[in-house]
């Protein structure tokens, strides 16, 4: 069991920036962010392998950079240049499936945090 605690969300301006951390019981392998808007399914944003292997989905790449503190077992989202469209919910989580091969989908993704609420205004 992976228990996720997120913190660092607040609101802020167009064109502003936040730090998302989410504090683990361990980290897995695979880890990732998430975010959900109001009536929209749940996206993924970001991951980061044990090795430092990151993805990003193209609505952010170049704006957010994800990383990771094996030693804290901590997650970690700069958001860089926000845009109202940025907000909504965002998780972290943990994926127990193992390293090699595509990266994990929604499905493959076992252990989530509690959710932050991002918001940016115009």
């Known amino acids: 069991q992976v228990q996720l605690v997120e913190s660092g969300g607040g609101s802020v301006q167009a064109g502003g920036s936040l730090r998302l951390s989410c504090q683990a019981s361990?980290?897995?392998?695979?880890m990732g962010w998430f975010r959900q808007a109001p009536g929209q399914e749940r996206e993924g944003i970001a991951a980061i392998g044990r090795g430092g292997p990151t993805y990003y989905a193209d609505s952010v790449t170049g704006r957010f950079t994800i990383s990771r503190d094996n030693a804290k077992n901590t997650l970690y989202l700069e958001m860089n240049s926000l845009i109202p469209e940025d907000t909504a919910v965002y998780y972290c989580?943990?994926?127990?499936?193992?390293?090699?091969?595509?990266?994990?989908?929604?499905?493959?993704?076992?252990?989530w945090g509690q959710g932050t609420q991002v918001t940016v205004s115009s």
């Open positions: 361990g980290l897995t392998y695979y």
């Open positions: 989580a943990a994926s127990l499936k193992l390293p090699g091969g595509s990266w994990p989908s929604r499905d493959e993704y076992s252990f």
